[in-house]
Nanobody, 126 residues
Framework: QLKFVESGGGLVHPGGSLRLSCAASGFSLEYSAVGWFRQAPEKGYEGVSC????????KYSDSVKGRFHISRDNAKNTVYLEIASLEPEDTALYFC???????????????????WGQGTQVTVSS
């Protein structure tokens, strides 16, 4: 059974940065596109980034483009998200995701996500 363990979140000041990690078990991510999505308080899921199975193509939502960077280590079955220049609007519970495709879906920012882990909380506040 697929399970994700997300970690690396925390409380940071505006402008700060974090590195989120997502370790997968029960399923190899090697031939799946992977991504990150988030849920802000009282809001729905928002896909923020996606990477294809080989790690050569990455996509970002407009709200995080230029500030977030996704990467993956297939040997460790782990996905990362480096987040920088954080803004209060980035405060959310962050989850990782896998897709049933090799490439990223065109609608990854509004995709119907399923949570496979507990997520990791990122709070941006002064």
């Amino acid at each position: 059974q697929l399970k994700f363990v997300e970690s690396g979140g925390g409380l940071v000041h505006p402008g700060g940065s974090l590195r989120l990690s997502c370790a997968a078990s029960g399923f190899s991510l090697e031939y799946s596109a992977v991504g990150w999505f988030r849920q802000a308080p009282e809001k729905g899921y928002e896909g923020v980034s996606c990477m294809n199975y080989y790690g050569r193509q990455a996509k970002y939502s407009d709200s995080v483009k230029g500030r977030f960077h996704i990467s993956r280590d297939n040997a460790k079955n782990t996905v990362y998200l480096e987040i920088a220049s954080l803004e209060p609007e980035d405060t959310a519970l962050y989850f990782c995701a896998k897709f049933d495709t090799l490439g990223c879906p065109e609608n990854f920012s509004t995709y119907k996500y399923t949570t496979w882990g507990q997520g990791t909380q990122v709070t941006v506040s002064s």
